[in-house]
Structures are given as structure tokens and as C-alpha cells.
């Protein structure tokens, strides 16, 4: 009798706790591997900021499983559009950058509904980003780079088309009446050999990831002509950002995550609650304090207001600039 009445209160122990999981999707998350997909190649920065939140999660959730998968192409649009087709469990998870917001600004035929097919969970990081000249380039200030622009032809560069960088210049150009044929964008595959052309003077102007750009212009090999983001940049106090000449002018380059988006709020709220205290603790802040980024964490809700105004955003400058996906 004793062992029946035991099999029984075991028995409602076991529902019990089945019902409590049923009722609370965040009781055993995650429950499986989690991936986070990177989409781009192994060893940029987003992968590195990936594999440092990966690393620090897993430790996070006793030791589970955090793999981070490169599926670069397409203009991030192949990784992302697996992220928008998993399960929406929180175990398949995206490292989003800027493009999550412009390609919904330049392309009707997107295979996933940004707006629908997205939890956001957090922000990760940000990096301000620089407009920089070569050094045979007689301009000083961005007032300066206006002026002549508006006389005669100036090309301009970054480390790709339909970036923020390429449309940095647009929203330039369109708060300031620049004629469009008097500045634009010249596509290049990459900083590195936009820098190289910069610096060489086949190009006069760039627009690029500040970390990237501060050592040329501590060398003397490039001229800092303003920030491209709304604060000062960090190491150049006294140089001003183009929005305090031109308001509206300001580009970020971030870095944050995001999930499938029918993914249960509990799970979306527990993940953000761990990325927000990771991205605060002074692990992360250690190993990410050579990469020029600035590390903070949103709850989802901020996030998704976030999104939504840079999307809307970029879609007035590429609409008036006629910029779509080729």
C-alpha cells in the first residue's frame, strides 16, 4: 500500500512539474543547442562580438551548448531569412547589423517580413561611424566638403553599396541640396580596399567605421573631417559631427540580436534579461574593449521601437535617393 501511495505522490510530482514547464516556456530554456547565425564570413567583427556573447551565454546557462553558424550571402539576406523560417523556440537566433533595417528600405522582394517575422531581443553594441579624406583633398571641415560639391564632382566611398556609409553621403547630399551627380558613391567589396584607394588618392572621401578609419587618420595618412555619428568620437573631442552643421545627418553601425518571431515572450524576455547582463558585466566589457565599440543592452520593447523609426528612416533617404536592390 505504501509503495502505491509513493508511485502516486511521484506520479503528481511528475505532472505537476510537466504542467508547470507547459505553463512556463522559460522553465528549462533553452532545452537545446542554440545557435546564433553570423551573416557574415568567420573573422569580421559581428562574428567576433558573436562569438564573445556566445561564449559568455553558454557559461551563463551552465555550460549549455551556443554555437555560432557564418552563413554569409545575399546581403545578409540568407542568413536572416533562415532565422525568419525556424522554429520559433529561441534556439535558432540572429547576430542582425544594419542591413536587417535597409534591406526592407531597397527591396520588395524580401523572402521574410521584417517587421512580422522578427522578436527583437537586444542590442548588443554600436560603433560610430567617420567621414574621412585623403590628405591631397583641400577640405577641412564638412561644410567645406558641401561647398565644393556643389561646384564640381566629388566621389565618395565605404565599405559597400547600400550601407551606411554609401547612405550617409545620400542623406548628406539630400540635406544639402548637393546635386546628384555632383556626389557619388563609388562600390567597392570591403574597408580595406576602399581605405587603400582613399589613401592613395584615387578617391577623396570615405565614410567608414570610425575603428577602422582612427589609425590612418593618427598616422596623417587620412584627414578626420567630422563624425558621422551624432556624438564626438572618442579620441577627437574637437572635431564636430556633421549633425551639429547638417541635423539629421547620423549613422551607427550595431550589432543585436534577434529571434523568429512567433518565438513565446517569456523566452524572449529571459533571453534578453541574460543578454543585458552579459553585455553590462565586465567579462564582455574586457574582451570587447579593443574592438571601438560601445556595448549596451535594450529590453525588446526598446529595441523594436528602435527598429521600426530606422526603418521608416532609411526608407525616406533611399526613396528619394532611388536606391534599390539590384
Do not use: C
Amino acid at each position: 500500500m505504501r509503495s502505491v501511495r509513493r508511485t502516486l505522490v511521484l506520479l503528481g510530482l511528475l505532472t505537476l512539474a510537466a504542467t508547470r514547464a507547459q505553463a512556463d516556456p522559460v522553465a528549462d530554456y533553452p532545452n537545446g543547442p542554440v545557435k546564433i547565425l553570423v551573416p557574415f564570413a568567420a573573422g569580421g567583427p559581428t562574428d567576433v562580438v558573436a562569438r564573445i556573447l556566445g561564449d559568455l551565454l553558454s557559461m551563463r546557462w551552465g555550460g549549455k551548448t551556443v554555437v555560432i553558424e557564418n552563413r554569409p550571402g545575399a546581403g545578409t539576406i540568407v542568413a536572416t531569412a533562415a532565422v525568419a523560417k525556424s522554429a520559433p523556440d529561441g534556439l535558432t537566433l540572429l547576430m542582425a547589423t544594419n542591413s536587417l533595417l535597409i534591406n526592407p528600405a531597397i527591396s520588395q522582394s524580401l523572402p521574410y517580413d521584417t517587421a512580422k517575422d522578427f522578436a527583437p531581443v537586444s542590442m548588443i553594441a554600436v560603433q560610430p561611424a567617420a567621414l574621412v579624406a585623403n590628405k591631397y583633398f583641400e577640405v577641412k571641415t564638412v561644410a567645406d566638403v558641401v561647398a565644393v560639391a556643389k561646384k564640381q564632382p566629388v566621389n565618395y566611398t565605404s565599405p559597400g553599396p547600400r550601407g551606411i556609409g554609401d547612405l550617409a553621403g545620400q542623406m548628406l547630399r539630400q540635406r544639402t541640396g548637393i546635386p546628384a551627380q555632383n556626389f557619388i558613391h563609388i562600390n567597392y567589396n570591403g574597408s580595406a580596399p576602399a581605405l587603400t584607394d582613399v589613401i592613395a588618392g584615387r578617391v577623396p572621401l570615405m565614410f567608414d567605421i570610425w575603428h577602422s578609419a582612427r589609425r590612418y587618420v593618427e598616422t596623417g595618412d587620412l584627414k578626420l573631417i567630422a563624425s558621422a555619428s551624432a556624438d564626438r568620437l572618442p579620441g577627437a573631442p574637437n572635431v564636430p559631427t556633421i549633425s551639429e552643421t547638417y541635423p539629421g545627418v547620423d549613422v551607427i553601425a550595431f550589432n543585436a540580436v534577434v529571434a523568429q518571431g512567433l518565438t513565446p515572450a517569456p523566452i524572449v524576455e529571459k533571453l534578453s534579461a541574460d543578454i543585458r547582463a552579459i553585455v553590462a558585466s565586465d567579462a564582455f566589457l574586457d574582451r570587447v574593449k579593443n574592438l571601438g565599440i560601445n556595448s549596451y543592452g535594450t529590453t525588446p520593447v526598446e529595441l523594436r521601437a528602435w527598429m521600426t523609426k530606422e526603418i521608416a528612416r532609411w526608407k525616406e533617404v533611399t526613396q528619394a535617393s532611388n536606391i534599390k536592390a539590384d
